[in-house]
């Protein structure tokens, strides 16, 4: 296990050393209120991205996340506004379309061996395109039950608030790492990373980790989605466009090897708490133009890139020699 | 012994691919408590024969019969369920996990759902500790050596199927000592009772630890025998198939002169893949390549073609010290190969007879004076006439082709590159017997023409027709070096089998 520690240990080192500079900069930085901002801000990318990382895991990738987000908040929010549904009942109709969609893009990969990134390119489009479809503006969602869900927050001393969403988040990630890391279908999610024909050889269900993989990783996104809309109060069918390339950086930065089998859930938390920070501190900064996050996203993927290869190639045991 | 005494037994088996006849009618038996040998050469149907007996493949005809009832493996997990258990040449576990969880996977003990890892590490030490291993069981399985891998292998195959063990070519990529290790743990599973079956390709390991062999030849069993009065050579002659009168060489190139030397290797090798040889090679002279499978003979050509580079020893072409570390040298020199695994590293499937052709000499001319068309068509159309490949348009998808007629554009495809060398890996497997004598009477025609040629084959007979001179591989290192009235099937056998016996080179 060693060797895939090691990048977890890198980012939570640069996460500590990056966070320590910018309180010395803006002593503020340090407080329960940006902490809890921290959560609440970054809930929806987080949860959509322990999603990301049971993918990456397996060796494969899902484009479809934003898509679905943003498709979850105009089904959420058309069903409350304009069907009359209560919220409740609109989270899980969304939570149960999403798990369908995404048992489907698993069933394509696994059984029609298309690539991951095709399958799931395909229903980024079909996604993004089904909301647009059911509307092209913006649906507000005026409705006592979030009212009341966006009061509903956690005093922290020092003025900082803890929100239920950002409680789920990290709710999500708690369950996502037991999963991952305690359960079987979690060492079946490392295995199909590892070596596919391996793991079929061994006997796991290849097909039904697949389907439950993708089908799992939609069903976050759609979470993410209705996160997004107690966020916003609205639902907007172009919203959340490229989260899944954040969602992507987050899982590589927190130590999470891009062609699967190695890494944490608990580091993808830590990825996302790095990009928020980055976020935070241009916020502070204030004269610093918003796209110097996407830069700085850049810097540390590349880096993250290099160290990855670095490490298990450095490390990796003598390969085979060439076939008798 | 009677039939009841069986672990495993298969029973009549017939394997038919398309019109191809992998299996015919094969017996195999294996007791308890016995490791049993699987010999054959590439092609004789071993594979096809334990792919059936794990259940990857359903025979066509006959039976498997586990313990006395027959029974229908519908896939290696079943067979699993029946106590068959199978440990692969490449290690089939995963390098990313622990070695408790590769031991478990799938039948991981768990607690409310969830696994229970220390119970789960605690089982895998005392598991691990019965085959000698003393590894931290919740280290990850790739930070070991392959044979520490092997060994996990072994275990996880038998604690889940516990009956019988089917190595394949576990071997392959160990060392001496680890062989050692591997056998000591065979030798304490058959005395479990354990029923094993071994496939390799080296005979030593044959008779160092096996009970009994059974030798395949084109997909019919040839025989199934106690090692105890075996010799090395009785096996060699069962799996070539040669019965083989110790007379008679073939007279066919007494007094030929010797062309000027073209090509000079000089301990020339490769660490891991072949010792350093010495080889010259004369214009207009076929050197025939004998030995076993896996004995060196194809990475000796792969290493003179610098398909993969040597890392030691000197070669010069036509009296000038050279180095060959990639194809493209040896291109530019006037090489040319065809590889033995025709698939995978000959033909590319989807292009066109035509385009099959004229690459390696576009390859040679670079990328900016591309041949024409019409020129392609041109040059195709000559070799297509000339080497009478059968196809019905050479615009038609090669993989559309037979064996023989992709040979034959293979090695039109080195011809048109005007080569003075041309290296042939097994160019006659798996082809018919008319494309056979035709590929055959080209090498003929080559070597008059003045070219070099290098030729590996498993047929004695087809290596003792065309070669001038033979060279015996043995165990990666070059042995036997016969000329003259040497150039028959007894003694390549003999010196295939062990040098000990006596050859003179």
């Given amino acids: 296990m060693n060797r895939s520690l090691r990048p977890l240990v890198a980012t939570a080192l640069i996460f500590a050393i990056a966070y320590a500079l910018a309180v010395m900069q803006f002593p503020s930085m340090f407080s329960t209120r940006v902490l809890g901002n921290f959560l609440t801000d970054n809930a929806f990318l987080g949860i959509a991205a322990v999603g990301m990382t049971f993918v990456i895991l397996s060796g494969g990738i899902d484009l479809s996340v934003g898509a679905v987000i943003g498709f979850t908040g105009v089904l959420v929010a058309v069903l409350i506004s304009w069907a009359g549904v209560h919220p409740l009942l609109a989270f899980a109709i969304a939570i149960v379309v999403a798990g369908a969609f995404g048992a489907i893009m698993g069933l394509a990969i696994h059984y029609l061996q298309v690539p991951a990134f095709i399958v799931t390119l395909a229903g980024m489009f079909l996604a993004r395109g089904g909301a647009s479809v059911i509307t092209r503006d913006s649906v507000p969602i005026n409705h006592e039950f979030y009212a009341w869900i966006s009061d509903l927050t956690i005093r922290l001393p020092g003025g900082g608030r803890l929100s239920i969403i950002g409680l789920t988040m990290v709710a999500i990630f708690i369950i996502g790492a037991l999963v991952a890391h305690r359960t079987k279908f979690g060492s079946y999610v490392y295995a199909l990373g590892g070596n596919p024909v391996s793991a079929s050889l061994m006997g796991v269900p290849v097909a039904r980790t697949t389907v439950a993989i993708y089908a799992l990783s939609s069903v976050l996104a759609a979470l993410s989605g209705i996160v997004f809309s107690l966020y916003t109060s609205a639902g907007y069918p172009l919203a959340a466009v490229g989260v899944e390339l954040d969602a992507i950086s987050a899982v590589v930065i927190g130590g999470t090897l891009l062609t699967g089998g190695y890494g944490f859930v608990l580091g993808t938390f830590i990825g996302v708490m790095l990009l928020g920070l980055v976020q935070t501190y241009i916020i502070f900064d204030g004269t610093l133009s918003s796209w110097w996050t996407k830069i700085v996203i850049g810097i540390l993927l590349f880096l993250f890139i290099v160290l990855q290869r670095l490490i298990f190639v450095a490390s990796a045991p003598g390969e085979k020699t060439s076939k008798a | ?505």
Wanted: hydrophobic share 40%.
């Fill in chain 2, 1 to 505: 012994m009677t039939d009841g005494q069986y672990a495993l037994e298969a029973r009549g088996i017939v394997k038919i691919f398309g019109n191809h006849v992998a299996l015919d009618k094969v017996d195999f038996g294996l007791r308890p408590g016995e490791v049993h040998a699987l010999l054959g050469e590439n092609g004789a149907g071993k594979s096809t024969l334990i792919k059936i007996l794990t259940g990857a493949y359903q025979p066509t005809l006959g039976d498997v019969i586990v313990d006395g009832s027959p029974v229908t493996l519908n896939n290696p997990q079943h067979a699993q369920t029946h106590g068959i258990g199978t440990v692969y040449q490449e290690v089939n576990l995963l390098p990313n996990r622990s070695v408790a969880e590769n031991l478990y996977l799938g039948h991981q003990p768990t607690w409310f759902g969830f696994v229970d890892r220390r119970k789960m590490e605690r089982d895998a030490r005392t598991v691990l500790a019965r085959y000698g291993l003393n590894i931290d069981p919740s280290s990850e399985l790739g930070a070991h050596s392959v044979a520490v891998q092997q060994i996990v292998a072994i275990a996880r195959a038998v604690e889940l199927s516990g009956k019988v063990l089917i190595l394949d070519e576990p071997t392959a990529s160990l060392d001496r000592n680890e062989v050692e290790r591997l056998f000591d743990i065979i030798r304490d599973l058959k005395a479990q009772g354990l029923a094993v079956v071994f496939i390799t390709h080296f005979l030593d390991q044959v008779f160092a630890i096996a009970d009994r062999v059974t030798i395949l030849r084109n997909g019919k069993l040839i025989d199934t025998k106690s090692l105890d009065n075996l010799t090395r050579t009785d096996v060699v002659r069962l799996m070539l198939g040669k019965d083989i009168a110790f007379s008679g060489a073939t007279q066919l190139e007494e007094n030929r002169p010797l062309g000027e030397v073209l090509l000079d290797f000089k301990g020339y090798g490769k660490k891991r893949s072949v010792m350093p040889f010495n080889l010259t090679i004369h214009k207009g002279e076929v050197v025939g390549v004998a030995g076993l499978l896996g004995s060196g003979r194809t990475e000796m050509a792969r290493i003179m073609f610098g398909a993969d580079s040597a890392d030691e020893g000197t070669v010069s072409v036509a009296g000038k010290p050279t180095s060959i570390s990639k194809p493209t040298d040896a291109i530019a020199h006037g090489f040319g190969f065809c590889p033995e695994d025709r698939k995978a590293e000959g033909i590319f499937g989807d292009l066109s007879v035509r385009e099959n052709i004229v690459i390696a000499l576009q390859g040679k001319l670079g990328w900016f004076s591309a041949l024409t068309r019409d020129e392609q068509m041109e040059i195709a159309g000559r070799y297509g006439e000339s080497m009478d490949i059968r196809a019905a348009s050479l615009d038609m998808p090669i993989k559309l082709l037979s064996g023989g007629n992709q040979q034959k554009a293979i090695l039109s495809r080195w011809l048109a590159t005007d080569p003075t060398f041309l290296i042939l890996d097994e160019p006659t497997r798996g082809i018919d017997v008319g494309a056979h004598a035709e590929i055959v009477r080209t090498i003929n025609r080559l070597r008059d023409e003045g070219l070099a040629l290098v030729v590996i084959s498993s047929e004695l007979d087809e290596v003792v027709a065309y070669s001038s001179r033979i060279v015996v591989m043995r165990d990666r290192e070059l042995v036997a070096e016969l000329n003259g009235e040497n150039i028959n099937p007894g003694v390549i056998v003999q010196a295939i089998a062990n040098h000990k016996d006596g050859v003179q080179t």
